[in-house]
């Protein structure tokens, strides 16, 4: 259905019968068709929940204090200053081609699937970071991961210094198989591996 039908009958519905009151006017209905939206909303105390709708932008300065829910959406890009209390999930988007520079997620950051992703920024801090899927051959320096980082099957060939991950290292299907750990750890150093380096021969 195009947004403009679904905006005229939700539009309807919200003036002669009350229903979807809580969907016209909000936060989600005004990202969806790219109404103007406050300082005041854009700081969301809870989650934003866009899975699976044909959404290509956020807007600038947006704040989320629970997960921001992307998948499968067309999003192309996340704007400069985004924070994230919870998890941020962009699994499937296949449009999205980069990340805004100092990032930071609290919760895990789940980009599985995102295919045109090639690469991640300067300054990137999350929970778990899950990386299957992308094109992504590199990481960036003082990259800081506090629970798992998920690599798997990814054309990796090098771990970058300063690397921080705070549980378990999962490179099944990578070039950096053929490394000893101990290889790897010098790698990152002076950053550390606190859990285990997954590795399946």
């Not at 016209?24 to 005004?30: D, H, L, M, T």
């Amino acid at each position: 259905m195009k947004k403009e039908t679904l905006k005229k009958i939700l539009n309807f519905l919200s003036e002669n019968e009350g229903k979807n009151a809580a969907t016209y006017g909000s936060i989600e209905w005004k990202i969806l068709f790219n109404e103007p939206i406050t300082k005041e909303e854009a700081n969301i105390e809870g989650g934003l929940y866009l899975n699976y709708l044909d959404v290509t932008s956020l807007p600038e300065g947006l704040k989320v204090g629970g997960d921001l829910l992307l998948i499968g959406t067309s999003i192309t890009s996340l704007p400069e200053g985004l924070t994230v209390g919870g998890d941020l999930d962009l699994e499937n988007c296949k449009n999205l081609t980069s990340l805004p520079e100092g990032l930071k997620v609290e919760g895990n950051l789940w980009l599985m699937d995102c295919k045109n992703l090639t690469s991640l920024p300067k300054g990137l801090e999350a929970g778990s970071l899950y990386l299957q899927g992308t094109n992504i051959t590199s990481l960036p320096e003082g990259l800081k991961v506090g629970g798992d980082l998920r690599l798997d099957g990814l054309e990796i060939n090098l771990l970058p210094k300063g690397l921080e991950v705070g549980d378990d290292l999962f490179i099944n299907g990578t070039p950096l198989t053929k490394y000893k750990q101990s290889k790897l750890k010098e790698m990152i150093y002076p950053g550390f591996i606190k859990g285990q380096i997954t590795i399946d021969r």
